[in-house]
């Protein structure tokens, strides 16, 4: 199995960047689609985007197209979320997650996900 561990979140103000990073470690990140949630105190997690295992095709929330861009660095074993134009409401807790469905292009659902990190805050200030 694989072990997801995030890092990157921190405090920015309303337009900022941020990029998050999920390392792999145990399985090559090829193997699943990965994929990055966000929980907001009080609310379900929800779908961010996602990367598949062979194509490397993406998919992304609405409230983050053209904003946010997932990428997979195979070398390093990690991927990133890189977040541009960020908004009071995308603050949240982040999570990267694996799916052994690796060629699955759509899948929002954060009960198909099989492997998860611990989650990395991030706060954007208006």
């Known amino acids: 199995q694989v072990q997801l561990v995030e890092s990157g979140g921190g405090s920015v103000q309303a337009g900022g960047s941020l990029r998050l990073s999920c390392a792999a470690s145990g399985r090559a990140v090829s193997d699943y689609a990965m994929g990055w949630f966000r929980q907001a105190p009080g609310k379900e997690r929800d779908f961010v985007a996602r990367i598949t295992g062979i194509s490397k095709t993406t998919f992304y929330a609405g409230s983050v197209k053209g904003r946010f861009t997932i990428s997979r660095d195979s070398e390093k074993n990690t991927i990133y979320l890189q977040m541009n134009s960020l908004k009071p409401e995308d603050t949240a807790v982040y999570y990267c997650?694996?799916?052994?469905?690796?060629?699955?292009?759509?899948?929002?659902?954060?009960?198909?996900?099989?492997?998860w990190g611990q989650g990395t805050q991030v706060t954007v200030s208006s």
């Open positions: 997650a694996a799916d052994r469905s690796l060629t699955v292009v759509r899948q929002t659902t954060p009960g198909e996900y099989d492997y």
